[in-house]
């Protein structure tokens, strides 16, 4: 599902996708800078959010999936969107 948001000062497009994919990870990159020319800003507002128990509890399979999500999903999306930003001079397009 993609949604398209445009304004006087240009347009954004947002994209559902699985962060803990790789290969997801880099098509959604590669599909903005095809479509856009780069990515100007990325922000990672993708969580999990279930586990409602006390830390003696808690699986920690549960928590591992969490932070697959939660940390490296994020981390992921980030290495994707760098080598596009090293290829402009001082973070300017």
């Known amino acids: ?22 290969a997801a990870c880099a098509a ?15 922000v990672n507002n993708a969580f999990r959010f279930d586990a409602f128990q006390s ?7 549960r928590w591992r999936k969490i932070m697959e999500t939660n940390l490296f999903g994020s981390l992921q999306m980030t ?7 090293e290829r402009v001079e001082a973070g300017r397009w």
């Open 1 to 22: 599902m993609s949604q398209r948001r445009s304004s006087r000062r240009g347009d954004a497009r947002s994209r559902a996708t699985n962060i803990a994919d790789p």
């Open 28 to 42: 959604i990159v590669a599909a903005a800078t095809e479509e856009f020319g780069g990515v100007d800003v990325l």
């Open 55 to 61: 830390f003696e509890e808690v699986d920690l399979d």
């Open 79 to 85: 290495k994707q969107r760098c080598p596009p930003c």
